[in-house]
Nanobody, 123 residues
Framework: QVQLVESGGGLVQAGGSLRLSCTASGRTFSGYAMAWFRQAPMKERAFVTA???????YYADSVKGRFTISRDNAKNTVYLQMNSLKPEDTAVYYC?????????????????WGQGTQVTVSS
């Protein structure tokens, strides 16, 4: 069993920055893709960004150029640096581990999820 624990959420003004962290328990981290999803109030969960085991990353158009995903396999941790935040970035952010080291943009392709961390951006 893998447990994912997110941290770093909070309240920030528009234009500000936050850095989210997600730490995985167990040994099975480095060989899997990791991702961040988010769910805004009254909306469905949406893909934000993913990173392969080697560090290649993919971003949703809505965050491209503002968010950066990274990972430290030695620390079993994936990060999400969020800059130039907008009110529409307000959501609960979830990290997830994919079924394999692959590009995956749908929730069903991820088998372990964190509990989520709230990000609120005020205007």
């Amino acid at each position: 069993q893998v447990q994912l624990v997110e941290s770093g959420g909070g309240l920030v003004q528009a234009g500000g920055s936050l850095r989210l962290s997600c730490t995985a328990s167990g040994r099975t981290f480095s060989g899997y893709a990791m991702a961040w999803f988010r769910q805004a109030p009254m909306k469905e969960r949406a893909f934000v960004t993913a990173i392969r085991s080697g560090g290649s990353a993919y971003y949703a158009d809505s965050v491209k150029g503002r968010f950066t995903i990274s990972r430290d396999n030695a620390k079993n941790t994936v990060y999400l640096q969020m800059n130039s935040l907008k009110p529409e970035d307000t959501a609960v952010y979830y990290c997830a581990r994919a079924n394999a080291d692959m590009w995956a943009f749908a929730g069903f392709q991820y088998d372990f999820w964190g509990q989520g961390t709230q990000v609120t951006v005020s205007s």
